[in-house]
């Protein structure tokens, strides 16, 4: 009888060990957390498109895979120096779109958004953008538009042609880049054509 007991309290034992053990076990749900983003570097496949930029929190930006414009190619029709899209609403200040240095680009999108009703401008394009299930696109500002630039081998797919920027000059005048010779920006207006490449936060 007392053989068994001493059994019996050996099994609920090594029954309770292993339990402690399994709850003790970290879970992967699968998901993407700034504790799976740490083994990211730019140029990886992330979200929707390419990683060209990483902060110091785990997160950064991807750009999209192509552009969003049409062909920038050089014709007779379509000279390399301009491409098909305007960033819009020539003539009108948008109240917020100023914002020129790193992760400003959203609020810029959603400012241009909110004052120009104006369809299919560079970033009505990105803001209506969705790729791989992720719909959070904007266009670039002009600090973020240049770190495309600097990774633009990376990235690739641009054409040697002047991208759009969301960052706004005046009523008249948007920042834009050159992704060819020095990558040049400039300000310049807002009527003219010009290519576009969204990006996205992670």
């Known amino acids: 009888m007392i053989k068994k007991l001493l059994y019996t309290l ?22 993407n957390n700034n504790n799976n983003n740490t083994n990211l570097a730019i140029g990886d496949m992330h979200q929707g498109g390419i990683i060209f930029y990483l902060n110091a929190n785990g997160g950064g930006l991807i750009a999209a895979p192509t552009d969003q414009s049409g062909s920038g190619e050089d014709t007779d029709l379509n000279p390399a120096w301009a491409g098909d899209i305007q960033w819009g609403c020539d003539n009108t200040d948008i109240l917020g779109a100023e914002g020129s240095g790193m992760e400003t680009g959203n609020q810029n999108t959603i400012d241009i958004e909110a004052g120009c009703a104006t369809p299919n401008t560079a970033a009505d394009l990105c803001a209506n953008l969705t790729i791989s299930g992720y719909s959070d696109w904007f266009l670039p500002s002009k600090a973020e538009l240049n770190e495309m630039y600097l990774n633009k081998d990376i990235i690739g797919g641009f054409f040697d042609n002047y991208y759009w920027s969301s960052t706004e000059v005046d009523s008249e005048n948007a920042w834009q880049q050159k992704f060819y010779h020095a990558g040049t920006q400039r300000s310049y207006h807002k009527d003219h054509f010009y290519c576009v490449r969204a990006i996205r936060a992670f």
């Open 10 to 31: 050996l099994a609920v034992s090594i029954i309770f060990s292993a339990c402690e053990e399994e709850d003790a076990t970290p879970t992967n749900s699968g998901n």
